[in-house]
């Protein structure tokens, strides 16, 4: 069955250091997305990309954030200058996109685990 | 704004009894709703998802119903098992996935 693909699993980082977190979607899906988790906290929308442009973007994607889709295959979040409070579980997800997003079904990856120090 | 709203946070049962998990929702206007697992420190495994037109949606041992006009969706657990001990969590779409803050379940031997 086919599924969604992040790498690395786990990144640790130091404070004001860039990182790229990577994902491989399902590949005829067109939607992807990025959320992410803080320890103990609820699991929240980051931004979301479609057609090669953001669709939708949250109050925490601030400049720091940006989303690329480099290839035919890859789609990757970047932070610029990771904070301390960076530090989260990173997950992608993608979906069909015959519908409007809020008709499918989005398949998520493994997640990336972020520690900034 | 949906918001999303899990009951309750934690519960911890015996093996093999059956147990409900409880999801309401302040905006009644979805199309569907989705029931994920959590591991602890793992990724989100879907477990099922009740489109708008269905009332229940079954998967083995698990029993998702979704009432829309109450804002309310319910995850029926059967004969739990120490394997079903994870966090459970409930999702709508509006443009993304609005979750709850999940209901941690611990299933005793």
């Known amino acids: 069955e086919p599924e969604v693909t992040q790498t690395p699993s786990h990144q640790v980082t130091q404070m004001g250091q860039e990182v790229i977190l990577r994902c491989v979607p399902i590949?005829?899906?067109?939607?992807f997305y990025w959320y992410r988790q803080i320890l103990g906290q609820k699991v929240e929308f980051l931004v979301s990309?479609?057609?090669?442009?953001?669709?939708?973007k949250s109050e925490i994607f601030d400049d720091q954030f940006s989303v690329e889709r480099p290839d035919g295959s890859n789609f990757t979040l970047k932070i610029r200058s990771t904070k301390l409070e960076d530090s989260a579980m990173y997950f992608c997800?993608?979906?069909?996109?015959?519908?409007?997003?809020?008709?499918?079904?989005?398949?998520f990856g493994p997640g990336t685990r972020l520690l900034v120090l | 704004k949906q918001e999303v709203t899990q009951i309750p946070a934690a519960l911890s049962v015996p093996e093999g009894e059956n147990l409900v998990l409880n999801c309401s929702f302040t905006?009644?206007?979805?199309?569907?709703l989705q029931w994920f697992r959590q591991d602890p420190g793992k990724g989100l495994t879907s477990l099922l998802l009740?489109?708008?037109?269905?009332r229940e949606q079954t998967s083995g041992r698990l029993n998702a119903s979704l009432d829309k006009s109450s804002g309310r969706s319910t995850l029926y657990i059967a004969a739990s098992q120490p394997g079903d001990s994870a966090t459970y969590l409930c999702?709508?779409?509006?443009?993304?996935?609005?979750f709850g803050a999940g209901t941690i379940l611990r299933v005793k031997s």
């Open positions: 999702a709508v779409p509006t443009s993304k996935l609005v």
């Open positions: 590949s005829n899906h067109l939607y």
């Open positions: 905006d009644s206007a979805i199309y569907n």
């Open positions: 997800a993608s979906s069909e996109g015959r519908l409007a997003g809020e008709q499918e079904t989005q398949y």
């Open positions: 009740i489109q708008s037109s269905q």
């Open positions: 990309f479609y057609n090669n442009e953001i669709s939708e």
